[in-house]
């Protein structure tokens, strides 16, 4: 598989696939389904940044300019890489709904996508000398079991100084259908005492580990306890301002009103096994989504694109 693609969409000295199960971070691979032989990551190297992406949850899991001596964003160590198991740390793409299903408890937290292999559109190399990825996944049998439409969804990435995710849902049956959606990006921070979030100074928030409070946000975001914010009507430009490493990283959406913040503190993370204890310290997750009451509808032969630009 792994050769299939590089004979397909390889581009010579910036873009290959590798197999993760023996080259990335083999450790972490616990079970793959029998059928896929292997665990495909797409490796980017160009004039402009680092990047890696697993086909596997169509999931960003690195990015790091030229200009960095740290990726943008975490990957935990204790990420546990299983089939049916989403990837704890990168880009997750949360869709078609954000957080448990509204009505099924039993449906998984954030959709089903995160956990099926992407297939890649195309590659190609931009004029600029970026380079830029199109990743694809649409309804199955199975997929109609768990949300009833039909639908194409394409992952547009774009690595170069700045790293551009667009997710793009069409639809492709004969009604309306509504999502809730996040790009849910895990970015890195030296420690995150030193982290402020800003932006949402005069925004409201409906704050999930306080019963779904409605709540108004006063200057920056410092994050000294477990948070779990849904901020609504928030600006296009947020900036996570780490003092440790003096670094400002902007995260610029489209497409969306709302924006999630979220860390899980000590003692959650410690509950989670693909976290290790201490890295609720290393990460803070600004994540760019229609959630809460921004809800998208897309009609019959339409399509959304959620955009999220990420640069220091
Ligand atoms: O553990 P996961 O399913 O990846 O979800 C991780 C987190 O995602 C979002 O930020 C939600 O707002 C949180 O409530 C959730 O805990």
């Known amino acids: 598989m792994i050769h299939q693609l ?70 935990s160590e204790n990420t546990i890489i299983q089939s049916g198991k989403a990837i704890r740390g990168g880009i997750p793409v949360c869709w078609p709904w954000f957080g448990p299903h509204p009505e099924h408890s039993d449906l998984p937290s ?42 194409e969804l394409v992952l547009d990435i774009i690595v170069g100084d700045t790293l551009t995710v667009g997710l793009i849902t069409r639809n492709r049956g004969n009604e309306p259908f509504t999502i809730t959606q996040a790009l849910h990006t895990y970015f890195q921070v030296g420690s995150i005492d030193g982290v402020r979030i800003l932006g949402l100074d005069r925004t409201e928030y409906i704050d999930k580990v306080d019963s779904g409070a409605q709540k108004f946000q006063a200057g920056g975001v410092e994050i000294t306890s477990e948070v779990d914010r849904i901020y609504t009507n928030v600006p296009p430009q947020l900036i996570i301002d780490d003092s440790t490493w003096k670094r400002q990283i902007q995260v610029l959406s ?59």
């Not at 590659?123 to 997929?143: F, H, N, S, V």
């Open 254 to 312: 489209k497409g969306s009103s709302s924006a999630v913040v979220w860390n899980p503190w000590s003692e959650k993370a410690a509950k989670f096994p693909d976290l290790s204890d201490d890295d609720y310290l290393k990460f803070v997750c600004v994540e760019t989504t229609n959630a809460g009451p921004d809800r998208i509808q897309v009609f019959p032969g339409s399509e959304h694109r959620l955009e999220s630009k990420i640069r220091n």
């Open 110 to 151: 954030h959709g089903f996508v995160r956990n099926r292999f992407w297939s890649v559109l195309s590659t190609a190399t931009t004029p600029k000398g970026e380079t830029q990825i199109q990743l694809r996944l649409t309804d199955t049998p199975e997929t109609r079991k768990l949300w009833p439409h039909a639908w």
């Open 6 to 75: 590089n004979d397909r969409h390889a581009i010579e000295s910036q873009l290959k696939f590798i197999d993760g199960t023996t080259e990335f971070r083999p450790e972490q691979i616990v079970s793959l389904p029998e059928k896929v032989a292997d665990f495909p990551i797409i490796q980017i190297e160009n004039n402009f940044a680092k990047a890696a992406i697993s086909l596997y949850g169509g999931h960003i899991l690195s990015f790091q300019p030229v200009t960095e001596s740290e990726d943008l964003l975490f990957l």
